[in-house]
């Protein structure tokens, strides 16, 4: 299924524009942002200078007098040193893969009905045998203490006040155990398997000593990503970061607390470019945990996630991290629904940011729906309130929308309720 239906030309005339708006890198400077038109599009991304002057949210001096979500990574960008900031902007090339996933969300309407009884709202979702209060969850964002020095601390402790979902990154830097303790409950563990089975196979057995029932097996990212904002940031960064994390691949996974204890000699990689489906097999194989693709983004690859019994996929491009490839996730999730058949669950992140968007997600069949960057931003701008209120914002976004659109449950909302390709 495509998200593009057949159309007037001015229609299309307008997508065109809105794409070439979001695609060009011209278009996150702070000058071209300031015209209305740049404004309207682009408001989103106005804060993603290292220098960026206009603000409006200077005012804001507790998590929960934010208005939105946006208004977090504005905070974060002043809060953070332009290395981490640029760390946690980046996206690969010209950045175009990040600002579209978010962007393609604009294409999307919502065709509301009237007169059906939404004082009662559920937006509960049963996820591989757990229920949920939310669909919404927190996807595995690594070395989150560079936001806060509570890090992936606070925002277990934010998952488990606001009943949400965690996933833990390989490469978080706290450790499952000090997590799952904060979060009061398990966690999933993402795996980054690196080039070493013995690691992959310690990780797996950790992660299940701490009882995490999932493992999500990340296979879309080769770590040789060109992360020229990252880069950018680094270059206008001064500071001497050798007291925290040395340069190259050894220095960034040593101290990491997943590989702590491990003879890391051979690690050379988060991920190894060899892999095949078998390897899928080999971990399935070898844990208990259910095992869940995350960066699936086709049907022929959903289809063979099947034949491997796999337990999951997540809909992702890495947040735009791994690959230029200008398709946002949000048109990749109907096909890998409909290849999906109902057999699995079929999560989706990625420019995530309106209660909205989460509803036209859920709209085109996904069982949940995650966000990265905007943990960090509420982790960065004000530590686990920050977190909270963040959830918070988008939970009541979603209530709100669930209202007004007629769907006094998620069941409720169906691809009826949403015309995708304007
Ligand atoms: C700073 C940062 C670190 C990330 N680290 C990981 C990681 O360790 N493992 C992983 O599978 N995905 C990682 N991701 C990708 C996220 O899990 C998620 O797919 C992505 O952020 C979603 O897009 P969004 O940031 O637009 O919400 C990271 C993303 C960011 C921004």
């Known amino acids: 299924m495509t998200l593009v239906r057949p159309v007037s030309s001015s229609v299309e005339n307008r997508r065109r524009f809105l794409r070439y708006l979001a695609l060009s890198p011209a278009l996150a400077s702070p000058l071209l942002i ?9 408001s989103n991304w106005a804060a993603r200078t290292f220098d960026g002057s206009d603000s409006g949210v200077e005012s804001i001096k507790s998590a929960d007098q934010a208005l939105n979500v946006m208004e977090f990574e504005e905070l974060a960008r002043k809060a953070l040193p332009p290395a981490h900031f640029g760390y946690l902007a980046t996206g690969v090339d010209d950045d175009a893969t990040v600002r579209l996933n978010h962007e393609a969300y604009q294409h999307i309407e919502i065709r509301s009905r009237r007169l059906i009884d939404v004082k009662q709202l559920d937006s509960s979702v049963e996820l591989l045998g757990t229920k949920w209060e939310t669909p919404i969850f927190l996807c595995p964002v690594s070395s989150m203490r560079v936001f806060d020095p509570e890090g ?13 979902l965690q996933m833990l990154s390989t490469v978080a ?32 057995k950790r992660a299940e000593a701490a009882g995490s029932p999932v493992l999500v097996f990340t296979v879309d990212h080769m770590d040789n990503a060109n992360n020229e904002t990252q880069s950018r940031g680094s270059r206008l960064d001064d500071r001497d970061c050798s007291a925290c994390h040395e340069k190259g691949f050894p220095g960034y996974v040593r101290g990491k607390p997943a590989l702590e204890g491990l003879d890391i000699s051979k690690v050379t990689a988060l991920y190894d470019p060899s892999f095949t489906w078998d390897y899928v097999k080999r971990l399935k194989d070898a844990t208990t945990m259910k095992v869940v693709l995350k960066g699936i983004v086709t049907r022929e690859d959903t289809e063979i996630a099947l034949e491997h019994g796999v337990d999951g996929i997540v809909v992702s491009n890495h947040g735009g991290r791994g690959e230029e490839t200008l398709r946002p996730t949000i048109e990749c999730l109907p096909e890998v629904v409909a290849a999906a058949k109902g057999k699995i669950p079929v999560l989706v992140d990625g420019g995530i940011r309106r209660g909205t968007d989460i509803f036209k997600a859920l709209a085109l069949g996904a069982t949940a729906v995650g966000f990265g960057r905007p943990q960090a931003w509420g982790l960065a701008a004000f530590g686990q309130s920050g977190v909270e209120a963040v959830l918070t914002i988008l939970r009541a976004e979603l209530e709100k929308i669930m209202r007004q659109a007629g769907t006094p449950s998620i069941r409720h909302i169906t691809r009826s309720f949403i015309i995708p390709g304007v």
Do not use: C
Not at 34 to 42: N, T
Not at 152 to 164: G, T
Not at 177 to 201: C, F, H, S
């Open 34 to 42: 300031e015209s209305s038109l740049g404004k309207a599009f682009a």
């Open 173 to 204: 830097g706290t450790s499952i155990e000090d997590v799952t303790k904060a979060r009061g409950a398990p966690v999933w563990q993402q795996l980054y398997p690196t080039n070493d089975w013995a690691i992959t196979r310690a990780i797996i």
């Open 152 to 164: 992936e601390v606070a925002v277990a402790r934010a998952a488990a006040n606001k009943h949400h």
